[in-house]
Each structure stands twice: as C-alpha cells, then as structure tokens.
C-alpha cells in the first residue's frame, strides 16, 4: 500500500528490520545479545570497508547460529522476503 510518501509501505527501513531480526532471534533464543553485538559490529565493518552488505540472519547463519529455517521463520514473521 502507497501512501504517497514516497515509498511503499510495506518497505520496511533497513534500520528496523534488522533491530526487529535480531530482538525477534533473541526474544526465541535463537541467539545472545553478544551474538548480536558482534554480528552488528561485523556488519559495520563490512560496510566501511567496502564488502558487500550482509544482513543479519546470513551473519548468524554463517557463524552456525542460526539455520535456515529459523531465518526463514523470522523473515516470515516480519512479513519480508
């Protein structure tokens, strides 16, 4: 749904969905808040240092934190792809 802010509404900001990633993961005990301090701090320094973007539940997922389909079931719940 547009409402003619520029954006589609179901656009969720970067910012949000990745705090709502990590708090819903936390939240199921997927992962600790250290787990998700490093994953941030490791994605800060992906994007300062010119890699490519990485979200979240990739982060968790390549360090062994979290498997696909609990990545699946959070996206899901966030109603993002």
Do not use: C
């Amino acid at each position: 749904m547009n409402t003619g802010r520029g954006k589609d509404d179901n656009e969720m900001n970067p910012v949000i969905e990745y705090f709502r990633f990590g708090s819903i993961a936390y939240q199921r005990s997927y992962v600790t808040k250290e787990q998700i301090q490093e994953a941030l701090a490791e994605q800060v320094d992906d994007n300062l240092s010119g890699r490519p973007h990485r979200r979240l539940g990739r982060i968790f997922r390549e360090k062994g934190w979290l498997t696909e389909e609990q990545e699946k079931s959070i996206t899901d719940e966030m109603g993002v792809n």
